[in-house]
């Protein structure tokens, strides 16, 4: 027998991440509904090991981290993890913040792809709504929730690896100008205030709001299925209540948003039956709705890191120790960057002290990351059971294309900080060392000791209305059932060029623009039909 305790909303938003947070504080910038946010993890409220950003390292395989463990890779390295936050204002809250606008031609590529509506025109917009930017200039937005400013340049060695970049060929230029970058280096621009707590979407979204009466905010409840009545529109979720013993219902009566992001929305639509019928019956769940691409097109930043000891003491202060990126491409003729790198004043041996390489608590590092990787992999069921981790196999290095550009990026890294520019810094390579120079012995290193940029994209795609590989549609609706969308990094078509996180939240802008619009078509319609049945004019009646 099971005990279940309901309460309804007009809006539920499931997962409160970079874009969960985003859709329910703009839906319910509408006195007249009713919002209910559905976080699994905790507040973020008075957390500084959460809210100050540079102590997001610590944060990696904490009680805030899901730690989804990955499948063994033929080609890629096993050990690795993906780091999912299990906290409000989701990976906005857990990972540093780079914030970056995604280019022109990313978004246009999304229309291109399908997603009918989200080309640059339409979405840049967004980008200036939902950001309050330092950088003067009518491109930007001044007064969004979301602050965005330069890291200032206070890094020497950061400042002399900017300098030996030019000397290589790839000049200073400003992040999150118009133009696309393509070849050029800098600080970045973060997501942080002034006084170094980050502008995650929960700060920014949700702490100004949460005394907003229509406004429920419930954390500490995993979702553990969607609800559906016989006409498949989905009319709420279930929820482990905070005993770990019982389900609350969460009922929506107009819509319900899942925004759990990349591997816990897929792994949340197959719990409910919405996904592959054959993996769907081979684990037992019940077919709802037969939808290929849940779970699949899996994309990630794969990472390697090239790592030297510093000849000089580095820096014992940074706003989050990865301050500049660095853009270039490995072929002529490309319209945005198929290399990017993060320079980082720390170490970063978290997978090469595995393999036997030397460390130091004293050094700088480069890790380059395939921007467009063609590698794809998937997110599946391990169970039925909510609570198992989901099977989440990226596939990295499946295609060739993502380890031509790896390799090619050690080469780079060592062409830059080889330039005169560093030399009072860069003392011995530690890793992959000079003994490592040839293509396969860089391959083999790169597959013994890669990360993540923890940027996974995809799982749950737009397209159009009659593309079968494609879950949702362009107005981020589930196809096959009503009364449900997806705003979350899973549906994106193709992984940004740069780290994605404010493109994140500008899909929650765009949900809610969605949503609204939908609500007030549906109130039109209504009226005239009510009108209609009365006998009433409907200009007669709107001109009152």
């Given at each position: 027998?099971k005990?279940?305790?309901t ?26 509904v ?50 999912r ?47 309050n ?15 965005v ?29 118009e133009?696309?970058?393509v ?76 925004s ?41 930043h794969p ?6 000891e ?86 990295y ?54 990360n ?25 609706r589930?196809?096959?059932v009503t ?62």
């Amino acid at each position: 027998m099971k005990f279940v305790k309901t309460e309804e909303y007009d809006y539920v938003v499931v997962g409160g991440g970079s874009a969960g947070a985003a859709v329910a504080a703009r839906l319910s910038e509408d006195d007249d509904v009713t919002v209910a946010l559905v976080e699994a993890g905790p507040s973020d409220v008075g957390q500084d090991a959460i809210l100050q950003v540079t102590r997001w390292m610590e944060l990696l395989e904490s009680g805030y981290d899901w730690d989804y463990p990955i499948e063994p890779q033929q080609n890629g390295n096993s050990f690795m993890r993906h780091a999912r936050a299990k906290v409000l204002g989701g990976c906005s809250s857990h990972n540093s913040c780079i914030a970056f606008w995604a280019p022109v031609e990313d978004l246009d590529e999304w229309a291109a792809m399908g997603a009918q509506g989200w080309q640059a025109a339409n979405t840049r917009p967004l980008y200036r709504r939902l950001e309050n930017n330092a950088e003067r200039g009518e491109h930007h937005g001044h007064e969004g929730p979301v602050r965005v400013r330069n890291v200032p340049p206070t890094d020497p060695c950061g400042v002399a690896l900017l300098d030996a970049c030019e000397q290589a060929g790839i000049p200073r230029v400003q992040f999150n100008d118009e133009a696309t970058v393509v070849n050029g280096a800098n600080f970045f621009q973060i997501n942080v205030r002034e006084d170094g707590v980050r502008a995650s979407s929960s700060v920014s979204y949700l702490h100004p709001i949460l005394g907003r009466p229509n406004l429920t905010i419930l954390t500490g409840l995993r979702a553990k299925r969607l609800n559906f009545d016989a006409h498949k529109r989905c009319t709420g979720v279930d929820v482990l209540d905070a005993d770990l013993i019982h389900t609350r219902t969460i009922g929506a009566r107009r819509e319900v948003i899942l925004s759990a992001g990349a591997i816990d929305s897929p792994k949340l639509l197959m719990l409910s039956g919405i996904g592959p019928a054959g993996h769907l019956r081979e684990i037992g769940v019940d077919v709802l709705v037969d939808s290929a691409g849940v779970g699949s097109n899996l994309q990630d930043h794969p990472e390697g890191v090239i790592q030297w000891e510093a000849r000089q003491p580095m820096v014992t202060e940074s706003t989050q120790w990865w301050e500049i990126g660095i853009f270039t491409t490995t072929e002529d003729g490309l319209d945005r960057p198929d290399l990017m790198f993060h320079y980082g004043s720390v170490p970063f041996d978290m997978h090469t002290a595995r393999q036997g390489f030397p460390t130091t608590e004293n050094g700088f590092c480069l890790t380059p990351n395939v921007t467009h990787a063609r590698s794809r992999g998937t997110v599946r069921l391990r169970s039925q059971d909510f609570r198992d981790k989901p099977k989440v196999d990226p596939q990295y290095f499946t295609d060739p294309h993502d380890m031509r550009v790896m390799i090619a990026g050690i080469k780079k890294a060592r062409e830059i900080v080889a330039q005169s520019a560093m030399a009072d810094w860069a003392g011995a390579e530690l890793y992959p060392g000079p003994a490592v120079q040839t293509d396969e012995e860089i391959a083999a290193y790169i597959r013994k000791t890669h990360n993540t940029v923890y940027h996974p994209a995809g799982t749950v795609r737009m397209g159009a209305a009659d593309d079968d590989g494609s879950p949702l549609d362009p107005q981020l609706r589930v196809k096959g059932v009503t009364g449900l969308r997806v705003a979350d990094a899973s549906v994106m078509p193709e992984l940004t060029t740069v780290n994605p996180n404010l493109t994140t939240m500008m899909i929650g802008e765009r949900c809610s623009d969605l949503i609204k619009a939908a609500r007030r078509d549906g109130d039109v319609r209504g009226l005239r039909q009510s009108q209609r049945r009365s006998g009433s004019h409907p200009a007669e009646t709107l001109r009152v």
